[in-house]
């Protein structure tokens, strides 16, 4: 079987509110994209990494990494689902319909070795795909206005994190699909309008999307305690 990564990383981090967007901040004396790519490529599993760069993008063309044979740049879109679709087309030619693609968040640098390969362990033999997720610990409220109505079942909810693994026709023709639908906040939920039911493997939940301007020490805090 033939493994691919996908890397969006064409996002302007607005909530991170720093002087750059985040996936270029510094973290463990490297950018977070690079500290990422980093981790995809010590898995050893993958054939290529298109990773989607917005095209006005100064700080990537400086990054030796971005002169890797193994790294296809593709050119970032709109929202997030746009350039993951776009880095899905710069892979046209060299992907085929079954081959497995792994679509991976630029901005979760925690993400470990063996959580790659226990997703991929759990799902190549599935004729659709799934992400890694952690069960949710916090008693979620259904909210109206500034009024509960109601406890969600918690055994029932899922906190979803990436990668995320599908075939790689049915991820693209699923996202061309639902071009433009607000709802598509992730992979699987472009699957999951389309009738599939993607698979969940519990993954570690230090595996944090750097969103917030605390989550960067949080992350280089997580990374001294992995062992990967
Ligand atoms: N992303 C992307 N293209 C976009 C928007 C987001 O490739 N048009 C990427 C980001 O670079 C990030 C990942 O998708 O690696 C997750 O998105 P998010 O955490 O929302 O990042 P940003 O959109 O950059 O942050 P914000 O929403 O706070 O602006
Ligand atoms: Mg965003």
């Known amino acids: 079987q033939t493994f691919w990564a996908v890397v969006p990383a064409a996002g302007v981090g607005k909530r991170m509110n720093a002087n750059r967007p985040k996936q270029y901040l510094e973290l463990g004396g490297q950018t977070v994209l690079e500290q990422t790519l980093a981790r995809l490529l010590q898995a050893e599993v993958f054939r290529g990494i298109a990773v989607a760069v917005s095209e006005e993008d100064g700080y990537w063309p400086d990054l030796p990494i971005a002169r890797h044979p193994q790294i296809i740049r593709a050119p970032g879109g709109k929202e997030r689902a746009d350039s993951v679709l776009s ?28 959580d790659i390969h226990h997703l991929i362990a759990t799902l190549r033999d599935d004729p659709i795909g799934g992400i890694l997720a952690v069960a949710s610990h916090d008693t979620l409220k259904n909210v109206q206005g500034e009024s509960i109505i109601g406890t969600l079942d918690r055994s029932y909810i899922w906190r979803a994190l990436t990668p995320q693994m599908f075939r790689y026709g049915l991820l693209k023709s699923a996202l061309q699909t639902q071009q433009g639908n607000p709802a598509i906040t992730d992979e ?34 997580y990374r001294a305690q992995q062992t990967l």
């Open 87 to 114: 880095a899905l087309h710069a892979l046209a030619g060299q992907a085929a319909t079954d081959d497995w693609v792994l679509v991976h968040d630029a901005a979760r640098p925690c993400l470990t070795i063996t």
């Open 188 to 221: 699987a939920s472009a699957l999951e309008l389309q009738g599939w039911q993607p698979k969940i493997v519990a993954g570690r939940p230090d595996n944090i999307k750097i969103t917030r301007p605390e989550d960067l020490a949080l992350a280089e805090f």
